[in-house]
């Protein structure tokens, strides 16, 4: 860890933030988990390996950047932030995701590319006030069943996986409007499809692996 950190929070209009990204951090300093008013954490581009039991203790906490780290999993502890409305842990070896994720009921924004994920758990369905879900480059070959309940997804990425198709529960997601799933094995969509009728951008490889009548009405949608 590097030699001297300055742990001393910003507070902006009485809220708590605490940036302690590019500091060279291979753990996060236990003293910060005494700060029990964070509302903010970024640990983002540093060489952490893992998150250590003390960061339940921040319950106030409502955006956590991890991302650009060497993490291999998210801890058990992390999913007890019940506040927690943003988690971005883009771009670490994270393989899986706990069921207990369902925990965070009051996220809006999860993003996890670039990791190892081979499957995501179906408990990531229960959050119900996920507006963005960014599973883009890792190892999957399946969108969880229970992909109707994000009834307030905006975006939804997942590409550069090996996903073979996209599942219906999907098209009736009535306020998506990005969906990119270019680089995966796709051969068509769901029927019900032109349901999603907010849905801006549609991101799909070249068009000549999937197939078009099962995308009839939204090429125009393709960027």
């Known amino acids: 860890m590097a030699a001297r950190v300055n742990l ?10 605490l940036d302690l990204s590019n500091k060279g951090l291979t753990s996060i300093p236990e003293e ?19 998150l250590p039991s003390g960061i339940e203790k921040l319950q106030k906490l409502r955006g956590l950047l991890i991302y650009n780290n060497e993490l291999s999993e998210i801890p058990q502890e992390l999913c007890s932030l019940s506040n927690l409305e943003v988690l971005n842990a883009n771009n670490n070896r994270i393989s899986t995701i706990p069921a ?34 960014g599973v883009a480059k890792n190892k999957l070959t399946t ?5 109707e309940n ?14 073979t198709e996209i599942p219906h529960g999907v098209c009736s ?18 029927s019900g499809v032109e349901k999603l009728q907010k849905l801006r951008k549609l991101f799909l490889d070249a068009g000549k692996s999937v197939d078009r009548a099962s995308t009839r009405g939204l090429f125009s949608l393709q960027s």
């Open 173 to 190: 997601l009535s306020k998506l409007e990005v969906l990119n799933a270019n680089n995966n094995r796709l051969s068509n969509l769901p």
């Open 8 to 17: 001393q929070p910003q507070s902006v209009d009485g809220h708590f933030f």
């Open 32 to 50: 910060v988990f005494d700060i029990t008013d964070l509302v903010f954490l970024n640990v983002s581009n540093n060489k952490i390996t893992f």
């Open 100 to 133: 207990s994720v369902e925990k965070l009921q009051k996220l809006r924004k999860l993003h996890i590319d670039e990791n190892d994920l081979t499957e995501i758990p179906k408990e990531v369905c229960s959050l119900s006030n996920l507006e963005l879900l």
């Open 150 to 163: 994000l009834q307030k997804l905006i975006e939804l990425f997942i590409y550069d996986n090996q996903v």
């Open 143 to 147: 969108l969880p069943p229970g992909m």
